[in-house]
């Protein structure tokens, strides 16, 4: 079993940024691969970062690249997502999620644990 907690989200203007957190509990954490997704108002959740147990592997989504990183340390259970640049159109709950027994980074299915989400909004 793996416990989720994301934190760091809130209001910024275009152009801010923000460092989001999520703390795990549970055996498993260092072992598991993390996924960073989010989901806007009407829309489907959608993958945004991922990162391998050991941060070897680290992938993003394509309209995050270069103003998003994902990192971890294993020794504190907790993964974070460093956003910059922020767009209006990142304005969604971040979900942070794990997948211990592996598959793709990038489909919602695959992960087992999900934190409950944190809301980031970006004004113009």
């Known amino acids: 079993q793996v416990q989720l907690v994301e934190s760091g989200g809130g209001l910024v203007q275009a152009g801010g940024s923000l460092r989001l957190s999520c703390a795990a509990s549970?055996?498993?954490?260092?072992?598991?691969?993390m996924g960073w997704f989010r989901q806007a108002p009407g829309k489907d959740r959608e993958f945004v970062a991922g990162?391998?147990?050991?941060?070897?592997?680290?992938y993003y989504r394509g309209s995050v690249k270069g103003r998003f990183t994902i990192s971890r340390d294993n020794t504190k259970n907790t993964v974070y997502l460093q956003i910059n640049s922020l767009k209006p159109e990142d304005t969604a709950v971040y979900y942070c999620?794990?997948?211990?027994?592996?598959?793709?980074?990038?489909?919602?299915?695959?992960?087992?644990?999900w934190g409950q989400g944190t809301q980031v909004t970006v004004s113009s």
């Open positions: 999620a794990a997948t211990p027994g592996g598959g793709s980074y990038f489909i919602v299915g695959d992960y087992d644990y």
């Open positions: 990162i391998s147990w050991n941060s070897v592997a680290t």
């Open positions: 549970g055996r498993t954490f260092s072992s598991s691969a």
